[in-house]
């Protein structure tokens, strides 16, 4: 515990101590007791030099430590030519910046989740500045009825509810964190899990929260489990048309990760990639990498203070 304390502390005590060395370069104590001091003729340069030593030490934690809640970690973050990746517990998260139609995932153990809305309808796939209709007009350009077929095939086994979508406009919904499986759809090589992470009513218009993204990789979990798959490649959730600020989004999908891959049945998972859209090389990405990575720093951090304390 006070080996803990002392590395929270270091960036503190290296600052005032060099502080202090830096002042008694240049003065000395006559008199402790009446706190009087005197300036030196010349400086003692060496005790000078340590002064200066430690406080350029303490500036450089602050520089090149992304956040202070890392003082009494060493963080496991690496950075990769595409982002950034962490193992937590038996598996990796890695947070990639590209597109989510070019990512390359034919393995078997492999999905793909995409966001949809609460009722599945052709709205959202056919919107192509959505990641659900970027991703199906890049795989199945000629086919999209036919995946809209399939989509509909599986909603059969689900118990809609109808609400009230715009004004005078009712239509079935699914509810949040439904999950449609497609294995290898006309005959593909690919294994996709559409889930439902926004919801749209009259009068509220389309929007996504917090808890639906929580709900929604929690579903898409499950789906995993049972059908034995341990990749999972997913842009951000609820960040579109949904209204969450994407670096909110990346926190909330992290944190959410972070549960499932310590928890009993988190097992399962090898590898989860989160896909945040950079239209090129040339385009910044929609979050900073140096934002990437501080929110996963932030997330590392609490999670380690939450394990300390479990002990």
Same mark, same amino acid.
């Given at each position: 515990?006070l080996?803990?304390l =002392?590395?929270?502390?270091?960036p503190? !005590?290296?600052? !005032?101590?060099? =502080? ?20 030196y003729p ?17 500036? #450089?934690?602050? *520089? =090149?430590t992304?956040s ?5 970690f ?6 990769? $030519? ?8 038996? #598996? ?11 990512c ?8 793909i ?8 309808d ?5 919107d ?16 999209i ?12 086994r689900? *118990? ?7 004004? /005078? ?5 699914? /509810?949040i ?6 294995? $290898? ?5 690919r ?11 009259a009068?509220q /218009?389309l ?8 709900k929604?990789?929690?579903s898409?979990?499950? *789906?995993? @489990? ?5 990749d999972?490649?997913?842009p951000?959730?609820?960040?579109g048309?949904?209204? !969450?600020?994407k670096?909110? #989004?990346?926190?909330y ?12 049945? /988190? ?8 896909? *945040? =859209?950079q239209?090129?090389?040339?385009t910044?990405?929609? @979050?900073?990498r140096?934002? !990437? ?8 951090? @609490?999670?380690?203070r ?6």
């Amino acid at each position: 515990m006070l080996s803990s304390l =002392f590395q929270q502390r270091l960036p503190i !005590v290296t600052s !005032v101590l060099g =502080f202090f060395l830096i002042i008694a370069s240049f003065y000395k104590i006559d008199d402790i007791t009446k706190l009087q001091i005197s300036p030196y003729p010349i400086p003692i340069y060496p005790i000078f030099a340590c002064g200066i030593i430690l406080m350029l030490a303490s500036i #450089a934690i602050f *520089v =090149f430590t992304d956040s202070p809640l890392n003082f009494n970690f060493r963080s496991k973050i690496r950075s990769t $030519k595409t982002g950034f990746e962490i193992d937590i517990s038996h #598996a990796k998260l890695t947070i990639t910046f590209g597109r989510i139609e070019e990512c390359e995932f034919r393995d078997s153990s492999c999905v793909i989740a995409l966001p949809a809305n609460e009722f599945f309808d052709d709205e959202c796939m056919n919107d192509k500045k959505s990641s659900l209709g970027a991703y199906m007009r890049s795989t199945f350009p000629e086919h999209i009825r036919d995946i809209q077929k399939l989509v509909s095939k599986n909603l059969l086994r689900e *118990v809609p509810q109808e609400v009230e979508k715009e004004l /005078g406009f009712r239509q079935p919904s699914y /509810g949040i964190g439904t999950c449609i499986y497609l294995d $290898k759809p006309l005959s593909s090589d690919r294994r996709i899990i559409l889930t439902s992470v926004s919801t749209k009513r009259a009068g509220q /218009g389309l929007r996504s929260e917090s808890s639906y993204i929580f709900k929604a990789l929690k579903s898409i979990h499950q *789906v995993m @489990i049972d059908h034995r798959l341990s990749d999972l490649y997913i842009p951000l959730l609820g960040s579109g048309h949904g209204g !969450v600020r994407k670096e909110t #989004a990346l926190l909330y999908m992290i944190m959410a990760l972070w549960e499932i891959l310590c928890g009993p049945s /988190g097992h399962h998972l090898r590898l989860v990639t989160i896909i *945040v =859209f950079q239209k090129d090389d040339k385009t910044p990405a929609e @979050i900073s990498r140096q934002a !990437v990575r501080q929110i996963l720093s932030l997330v590392e951090a @609490i999670f380690l203070r939450i394990d300390l304390r479990k002990q």
